[in-house]
């Protein structure tokens, strides 16, 4: 409702959503955007998007949100922070001169620029909000709950007291998520089918596939029935007794609507129980098994992998070093040397339980830069939902320390 009244009247303004990892946070701010973007009463945001791990830095950020703005002139990792700023400005003028639509701008992971000296950024952006630089509506997104506390009185004056908690997921939530995302849009359908009729080049008008309203009538009825079938029932308690993410809970649902085909064109019980089944490999208990005999630093650099992989943005062996030292900085056994780290990444990459990118493995080479520099995943393999609830329980063997970094954020 408050991005809906920032875009009918033009007004500017400021939200924070905050909530433990997987909670659906960015999940929730993408369904409302969808949601506005049908309704053709409400001007369509422009949104850009910055993470704290990657754009805390002012000069970083706001070359990055220049770019995503398309802003004329020369953004480059050279360009100066002066100039940059003043690209993003005029930009800012032109939209509003031009009546050009609201804009939105997501900071991911808020407590990495609330961390930066002088919070620079934050002052940059708010500072705009408030310019009336035409509707700039910014959205930080973060884990931790006392971020309000993090900011400098400068920051916080410009800040509108909106904040939005997400608690853990209750039986009730999964539910309306599950109705919220299984949910087929007759209009929608229609365009879909335009769109493919307008590709074909065989498509006729006399087809004998039936329309868009009784197959929205089917997928209802079949969904309603699915709803309170014993799979889904189940999938429901066990997954929010064992503290699942509302990420996992998405995983299932989008795996069980992939799973229709021609024969079976609507949602069955055995769809969702295979999809379910996938969210859930066998191997769970041998990975934790085997990350609780892990040398230390190979451990420890394996949690931050997965700390970064719930964040969602690319990352490698330097980005995950640059947080462990902050952990080492706070306890000195808990500290790793370079090359400790060097060793415990080629060893990762040795037992498989991550990967280098595919740029990298076409270099055929492991020297440091590439080992250092190169973005990694984690196996397909290994379930990230399942590890982080092994660790939320201390179930992985990891020192105190590094397990209070990893899940405060």
Request: hydrophobic letters at 45%; proline letters at 4%; one cysteine or more.
């Amino acid at each position: 409702e408050r991005l809906r009244r920032a875009a009918v009247e033009g007004a500017s303004t400021s939200l924070i959503l905050c909530g433990h990892s997987g909670c659906g946070k960015h999940a929730t701010l993408a369904r409302a955007l969808d949601r506005l973007d049908a309704d053709p009463a409400v001007p369509r945001y422009d949104v850009a998007e910055l993470n704290g791990l990657v754009h805390a830095e002012a000069a970083a950020g706001l070359r990055e949100l220049a770019a995503q703005l398309d802003a004329s002139g020369d953004v480059s990792e050279k360009s100066r922070y002066v100039d940059d700023l003043g690209l993003l400005v005029d930009e800012l003028r032109r939209r509003r001169a031009e009546r050009r639509a609201p804009l939105l701008v997501v900071l991911s992971e808020l407590d990495a620029f609330a961390l930066q000296p002088r919070q620079t950024l934050l002052y940059v952006l708010l500072d705009a909000m408030q310019s009336r630089l035409g509707c700039v509506v910014v959205a930080g997104v973060t884990t931790d709950h006392g971020v309000l506390e993090l900011f400098e009185k400068r920051v916080r004056s410009r800040l509108h007291n909106h904040h939005v908690s997400f608690t853990r997921a209750t039986a009730v939530d999964v539910a309306d998520l599950f109705d919220d995302r299984l949910r087929v849009d007759e209009r929608a359908l229609r365009a879909a089918e335009a769109r493919l009729a307008a590709l074909s080049q065989n498509a006729e008008a006399g087809s004998d596939d039936p329309g868009a309203p009784e197959y929205v009538a089917a997928w209802a009825a079949a969904w309603a029935a699915v709803r309170v079938s014993a799979p889904v029932q189940t999938c429901i308690r066990e997954g929010v007794e064992a503290g699942r993410s509302m990420r996992w809970f998405c995983r299932v649902a989008t795996r069980a609507a992939m799973c229709i085909d021609a024969d079976e064109p609507v949602i069955t019980p055995e769809h969702w129980r295979e999809s379910v089944s996938s969210q859930c490999p066998n191997a769970a208990p041998q990975w934790r098994e085997a990350i609780r005999h892990l040398p230390p630093p190979e451990k420890a650099l394996l949690v931050a992998y997965l700390k970064l992989e719930r964040v969602g943005a690319p990352y490698c062996l330097q980005v995950a070093a640059h947080g462990l030292s902050r952990l080492g900085q706070a306890a000195k056994a808990d500290a790793f040397h370079d090359d400790q780290l060097l060793e415990a990444q080629q060893a990762l990459l040795d037992k498989t339980i991550v990967s280098l990118s595919a740029d990298a493995r076409q270099t055929e080479r492991r020297d440091t830069h590439v080992l250092r520099y190169a973005n990694v995943r984690l196996s397909a393999d290994v379930d990230v939902d399942d590890l982080w609830l092994a660790l939320r329980a201390d179930d992985l063997g990891c020192p105190t320390s590094l397990r209070q970094w990893a899940l405060q954020g």
